[in-house]
């Protein structure tokens, strides 16, 4: 337990510590939306409305995150609730990705 919590401890800190430098970007939205038919909209529906076994996006929990917690979750994921890691993606992605879902 320690150590889960020391890892997401770190993991957290350094998204604290990167900035969000795609969100000023004119096209981060656009990029991201890309990302987001590409690698999500599969289970959260084209529209980020969610469907039977992935939540909307579209919601205040989901708006009232800050940009660094998005950053991490979409690093980490969740596996126990079906969210995969998107670490693979370089970081920018997944900020134009948080810029993404923050528009909506």
């Known amino acids: ?3 889960a919590a020391l890892i997401f401890a770190l993991a957290f800190a350094a998204c604290r510590t990167a900035t969000a430098p795609v969100r000023k970007q004119d096209n981060a939205v656009g990029a ?3 990302l987001f038919r590409e690698h ?7 529209t980020a409305e969610g469907r039977a076994d992935a939540p909307s996006l579209r919601t205040s929990r989901v708006h009232g995150k800050a ?3 998005l950053f ?4 980490n994921g969740d596996l126990r609730r079906g969210m995969p890691s998107w670490s693979r993606l ?3 992605r997944r900020w134009q990705l948080v ?3 923050k528009s909506l």
């Open 90 to 92: 370089p970081d920018e």
């Open 72 to 75: 991490a979750f979409l690093t």
């Open 99 to 101: 810029a993404y879902l």
């Open 32 to 34: 991201g939306a890309k």
């Open 40 to 46: 999500c909209a599969r289970c959260h529906g084209a």
């Open 67 to 69: 940009d660094a917690a």
């Open 1 to 3: 337990m320690k150590r």
